[in-house]
């Protein structure tokens, strides 16, 4: 019986076989998220999103069918002109859509970049921020084990209702997003860019505002807390600063941009650098305690809300006495199971050992998320103690 050789395949045929198989992977990630877009998108640009997504994940395997058909002219033709030509079709309406990021005359919100620039054509703009938003949250049970379906069933209708708004706001709609920061961190780019939003309210010519800088929380910097405090920011007429940090991982680095973000606007913005107030929503509290760790001097008072402390720059700031006398207001929920409540009064109590003086409220049947749930609620408290902490003497 005579030899026969294995048959080795072309190498063109094996190459194909990988791509494909690529594709099929990432058309099975995309499946869920483009499918729950084009059911449950707020908006119309969110369901051209999930289509142009599908198509450019389903083109490898068009393309490789195409070859086929080649008896077959006029289909072949087609497949190929759709493919990709159609989502490039969408994704150039998308970007024709995209907010400009250019602030309308008068607003009192705006964005600002120390360094870097608005990018309109990132993912974060060519989808609306509120699909974003809706679709992490809606995804939740996939990623994320600590989030309830009673949680996320009361955090949409929130949310969704603070974006509403925004939406119908063209000085909110024209901003665009600072997502696309977020995103960068999670794949290794640069996320720290000196972007700010800015919020300042109407004012006097020479008259000089309070100042309240806002660091947000894990998941990065959601245009709906610069909602939420704009109703703070003229209920007490103060300018508001807040600075992006990436997906909001404030240890390295953090201090710094803070700081870059206050000097800022101490430079260039209607405020009294004497009565300055630093507040952190989540994961923001660890910016805050480094951002105190590394100068205490230019903050006047201090807010954490449903906050993560950083251990070694609390005990730095204790054994140095830079708590002493320092106004700190504690907002939680006692429903958190994020930042559970026994872990918020045990740094409580090393901040008032330290000489800090403290305040707490905690929000009954309220979790984590607390600042869209209860939102009018949040903002009364948080103005009724600065209207009544006196601020340290610099």
């Known amino acids: 019986?005579?030899?026969?050789?294995p048959t080795r395949r072309p190498l063109g045929a094996v190459a194909r076989d990988v791509a494909l198989a690529l594709a099929a992977g990432l058309w099975l990630i995309a499946f869920l998220p483009n499918i729950y877009l084009l059911l449950y998108a707020e908006t119309w640009q969110g369901r051209v999103f999930a289509v142009a997504s599908f198509l450019f994940v389903t083109a490898p395997f068009v393309l490789a069918g195409a070859h086929k058909l080649r008896r077959h002219r006029k289909v072949c033709a087609?497949?190929?002109l759709a493919t990709p030509g159609l989502p490039v079709l969408l994704t150039v309406l998308l970007y024709a859509a995209a907010p400009d990021g250019v602030p309308r005359p008068g607003a009192r919100v705006r964005s600002v970049y120390l360094n870097g620039s608005y990018a309109r054509a990132s993912l974060a703009n060519l989808l609306p921020e509120m699909d974003q938003i809706k679709l992490g949250?809606?995804?939740?049970?996939?990623?994320?084990?600590r989030t309830t379906d009673r949680q996320r069933a009361a955090l949409i209708p929130a949310a969704m209702g603070i974006y509403r708004e925004m939406r119908d706001d063209p000085a909110y709609e024209s901003l665009g997003s600072a997502m696309n920061y977020s995103y960068a961190e999670l794949y290794g780019g640069a996320y720290d860019v000196g972007h700010a939003y800015t919020i300042v309210p109407e004012h006097a010519e020479g008259e000089r505002l309070p100042l309240l800088v806002f660091l947000?929380?894990?998941g990065g910097p959601f245009k709906a807390y610069l909602r939420v405090l704009e109703g703070l920011a003229v209920e007490r007429r103060c300018v508001v600063v807040c600075p992006s940090f990436g997906f909001g991982n404030w240890g390295k680095g953090g201090a710094e941009a803070v700081e870059r973000a206050r000097a800022w606007a101490a430079a260039n913005l209607p405020v009294d650098a004497n009565r300055v107030t630093l507040m952190g929503l989540s994961n923001g509290g660890i910016g805050v305690l480094r951002t105190l760790a590394r100068d205490p001097k230019p903050y006047a008072r201090v807010i954490l809300v449903s906050a993560v402390a950083d251990g070694s720059?609390?005990?730095d700031l204790s054994e140095r006495g830079a708590l002493r006398g320092l106004p700190i207001l504690i907002v939680t929920g006692r429903e958190d199971n994020r930042v559970p409540l026994s872990y918020v009064m045990d740094y409580a109590a090393a901040l008032r050992a330290g000489g800090a003086a403290l305040e707490t409220n905690v929000f009954e049947d309220q979790d984590h998320f607390l600042v869209f749930q209860k939102r009018a609620e949040f903002q009364r408290a948080i103005s009724a103690w600065l209207s009544r902490a006196p601020a340290t003497e610099k």
């Open 216 to 218: 947000h929380g894990s």
């Open 137 to 145: 949250i809606m995804l939740t049970p996939y990623y994320d084990a």
């Open 313 to 315: 720059a609390l005990k």
């Open 78 to 80: 087609g497949m190929l």
């Open 1 to 5: 019986m005579a030899d026969h050789e």
